[in-house]
Every structure is written in structure tokens, then in C-alpha cells.
């Protein structure tokens, strides 16, 4: 008996051997595989959360620069954060902030350059024509019109359209080319839907150029689009 469970155990040894070295170094690799992937995912997660951690720890001290009104500081914050954590949401949004308190202290070169980096490097569609839309009215301001409307033509995020147009009229309009402005008006008023109340501000440069606007639903404009407008 002990014989026969033996010579068993010497078959299963055998066939496992040949197993074995027929599939052996596929079975590691695949191990090697599958644990090295698993070690790289947890090390992938861990170093997004430590990313994450400091990006906000500087998106909070861009806060409190905004807060107190330190154009200078704030650029120097935001600077460190794009140049560290360029793929976080805290850049992106900490560009916005920046920009429009740059804008406010009278630093139009310095909000060109944080616009102008977030209208290319910006996550989101919607966040760089966000970009573009208020790049543009900067431009504007420094009666940069060409470069103005170059910018909007890249802002073409679905959902913006009515914004867009509206503030290519606004460019029109400061380079006395009223017909375009128009134009652009009518366009921008017939794309925004009737319930927000930003389309009465279309109306009024409608009224101002002697066109009455044609009440007609275009294409639906995202919720908090309007507040995009402003520089």
C-alpha cells in the first residue's frame, strides 16, 4: 500500500515538475504583473492625495491674498501652484481668482498672462472658454481688439455660445463697427434662454443700436455661464 501511494507521489511530483516548467516563469511573471500593478495603483493614489493635499494648502493662502487684497502676492502663489500642481483643480480655480484680483488692481498684463495660461492649459473645455471670455475683455480694455476676437474664437465650449457672441459685440462695438456688433447681439440674444436675466442686458445694446430683438430660443446656455461674462 505504501508502495502504490509512493509511485502516486512520485507521478503527481512528476507531473507537477513538468507543469512547472512548462508554465512556470509565465505564472511569475504574471504575479510579478498583477503585484507590481497593484503596488503602482496604491502608490498612484497615495501620491494624488498628497498632491492633492498641498495644492490646497497653497490654494488657501491664494484665498487669503485675494482676501487682503495682495495682487502681488497672489500671483506669486499662483505661480508656485501651476508650476507644482498644474493638473489640480485648485490651479485652475486659483487662476480665476487671481486673474480677476489682478484685473482689479489695475495689473492687465499680469491677468493676460494667468487667462492666458488657463485658456490653454485649462482642464475642461468649459473652464478654458471661461478663460477666453474674460481674456477677451481684458484685451479689450487695452484696446487689443484683434487679439480679442482671435481669443473668442477659441472659446467653444457647448453651452457658452450666447456669452461668447455677446461679448464679440461688445468687441465690435469699441471698434465702431456697429452693423457686426449687431450682428453678434442678435445672435447672442436669440441663443439665450429667456429665464436668465442677463438677456435683458442684450436687449438693452440691441435697443441702444435701434434693432428691436427677435424673441427666438436658441441654444441653451449652462446655469452659472452668465457670472462668466464679467472679467
Known sequence: MATNLNLQEQEQLDA????????????????ILVLGAFAAW????????????????????LERAVTAGDADRAGRVFGDLKERYPNTAFAQQGGLLAAKLQFDKDQPEAAKTTLGWLAEKGSEDELRTVARLRL???????????????????????????????RKGDVLMLQSKPT????????AYKAMPESLD???????????????????TGVTVVAPAASAAKP
Open 180 to 187: 457686426e456688433a449687431r450682428q453678434a447681439y442678435e445672435a
Open 136 to 166: 477677451a475683455a481684458v484685451q479689450a480694455e487695452a484696446k487689443q481688439f484683434d487679439e480679442a476676437l482671435k481669443t473668442l474664437e477659441g472659446a467653444t465650449a457647448v453651452g457658452f455660445e450666447a456669452l461668447v457672441a455677446d
Open 198 to 216: 442677463y438677456r435683458r442686458l442684450i436687449e438693452a445694446k440691441l435697443m441702444a443700436l435701434g434693432a428691436a430683438p427677435v424673441a427666438q
Open 16 to 31: 507537477l515538475k513538468t507543469f512547472w516548467k512548462q508554465y512556470g516563469n509565465l505564472i511569475t511573471w504574471s504575479l
Open 42 to 61: 496604491n502608490g498612484w493614489q497615495y501620491w494624488q492625495r498628497d498632491q492633492g493635499l498641498k495644492a490646497g494648502a497653497l490654494y488657501d493662502e
